[in-house]
Nanobody
Framework: QVQLVESGGGSVQAGGSLRLSCVASGYTHSQYCMAWFRQAPGKEREWVARIDGFGGASYADSVKDRFTISKDNAKYTLYLQMNSLKPEDTSMYYC????????????????WGQGTQVTVSS
């Protein structure tokens, strides 16, 4: 059974930093695309960043140059380093994993975590 468990969320002031982690079990994620999404109350789920099986990363324009996605295959862990946080980054953050080669063009990932809350105050 595949499980993705996020941690690292919390409350910070604008300009601060947080690092989110997502530990995978039952899933050899090193070969496959993984991503971070976020969803604020009353808003649609938004893609944040993804990393493919070769380590190539992509970012949404809203977080580019502030967030960094990475993974440690030996620890079965996906990370999201978030710097220069803004109040508009406040959201529930979810990690997602794919079980086929390539990255989905949308949110068609096979596995999802339960989310971790990030709150940024001004």
């Amino acid at each position: 059974q595949v499980q993705l468990v996020e941690s690292g969320g919390g409350s910070v002031q604008a300009g601060g930093s947080l690092r989110l982690s997502c530990v995978a079990s039952g899933y050899t994620h090193s070969q496959y695309c993984m991503a971070w999404f976020r969803q604020a109350p009353g808003k649609e789920r938004e893609w944040v960043a993804r990393i493919d099986g070769f380590g190539g990363a992509s970012y949404a324009d809203s977080v580019k140059d502030r967030f960094t996605i990475s993974k440690d295959n030996a620890k079965y862990t996906l990370y999201l380093q978030m710097n220069s946080l803004k109040p508009e980054d406040t959201s529930m953050y979810y990690c997602a994993g794919h079980s086929r080669y390539g990255c989905p063009g949308d949110d068609d990932y096979d596995y999802w975590g339960q989310g971790t809350q990030v709150t940024v105050s001004s």
